[in-house]
């Protein structure tokens, strides 16, 4: 196969991999009723006028399936950090005791479960278009290799295994969504 056309693949792969990191990620932000410090992860506190993710400014922890304590390392922040996760729409009421901050995860309801199951699916179906996206790209610029001195079946192969590759990591998004649906509506 042509050098460039490997050079394309690779790129797509890694590309696709970053891809389903991130639908990971994005599907891991979604709770599932248990208290987890991740939930956490995209709150982000003025410290100093800066905006400081809430893990640099604080001790993340959770002592039961239900409650998360935060514990920040200068007591003055203890207001700014409730007021970071109130406005984060988690829909989580800080409770502080001048010291620490919990956060206590109420058990979800039924409908509220398939709220969160709807959630992950568009979380999924992000990924799997931001996969689709980078096989049209990768198919754009394997096309393009045609005027360096790629043959018409080299394209075609090159094609081939950018379509697989597309298959084999839409599957992996499609696992983890399914994954995150079980873990949801798991009571």
């Given at each position: 196969m042509n050098e460039l056309i490997s050079l394309q693949l690779d790129d797509?792969?890694?590309?696709?991999?970053?891809?389903?990191?991130?639908?990971?990620?994005?599907?891991?932000?979604?709770?599932?009723?248990?208290?987890?410090?991740?939930?956490?992860?995209?709150?982000?506190?003025d410290y100093y006028g800066s905006p400081t993710p809430l893990a640099q400014?604080?001790?993340?922890?959770?002592?039961?399936?239900?409650?998360?304590?935060?514990?920040?390392?200068?007591?003055?922040?203890?207001?700014?950090?409730?007021?970071?996760?109130?406005?984060?729409?988690?829909?989580?009421?800080?409770q502080n005791d001048g010291i620490v901050i919990r956060l206590v995860v109420p058990a979800l309801t039924e409908e509220r479960r398939r709220d969160l199951v709807k959630k992950a699916k568009e979380e999924a179906e992000k990924g799997r278009i931001a996969i689709r996206n980078i096989r049209k790209d990768t198919n754009e610029s394997i096309k393009k290799l045609k005027n360096d001195g790629a043959s018409e079946d080299e394209i075609k192969v090159g094609e081939a295994e950018v379509q697989k590759l597309t298959d084999s990591f839409i599957v992996q998004v499609d696992k983890l969504a399914e994954l995150k649906e079980k873990d949801i509506m798991t009571v």
């Open positions: 797509c792969k890694d590309s696709m991999t970053k891809a389903v990191s991130f639908a990971e990620s994005e599907l891991t932000k979604i709770r599932a009723g248990k208290a987890s410090p991740s939930m956490l992860d995209g709150i982000s506190v400014v604080s001790n993340v922890n959770t002592t039961d399936a239900r409650t998360i304590v935060i514990q920040p390392w200068e007591k003055s922040l203890i207001s700014a950090i409730e007021k970071a996760i109130i406005d984060s729409n988690l829909g989580l009421n800080p």
